[in-house]
């Protein structure tokens, strides 16, 4: 049994408290880092997600559990596991994809 969260699978985190412009509340977010990273650090690299629609270069599209919404790229942040509160699923490989070319184009520019 796996007992780390993977890569493109979307959790609900608990990412309060928060400052300032940050994703507030508990909500689903989508792991970015890799498995060889999330098996043995106590900390996962997350995008939080939102229905909310902005034309950002740093957000990528979604559906996921038959709603619409985006994954805040432009919010990346290292939470401890144990804000993770449950595995919601995992998006489709298309939108991993996408996500993983933005993440690319944002890191390298």
């Not at 559990?65 to 699923?89: C, H």
Request: one cysteine or more; glycine letters at 2%; charged letters at 30%.
């Amino acid at each position: 049994m796996v007992s780390y969260p993977k890569r493109d699978e979307v959790w609900l985190i608990a990412l309060d408290p928060s400052r300032g412009a940050e994703i507030k509340k508990t909500r689903p977010c989508l792991v970015i880092s890799p498995d060889d990273m999330n098996e043995p650090l106590q900390t996962v690299l997350v995008a939080p997600m939102t229905r909310t629609q902005r034309r950002y270069a740093t957000r990528v599209n979604l559906n996921f559990r038959n709603k619409t919404g985006q994954v805040a790229l432009d919010q990346l942040r290292a939470v401890a596991r144990e804000r993770l509160i449950r595995r919601l699923g995992a998006v489709s490989s298309k939108t991993a994809h996408e996500v993983s070319r933005v993440l690319v184009e944002m890191l390298v520019r």
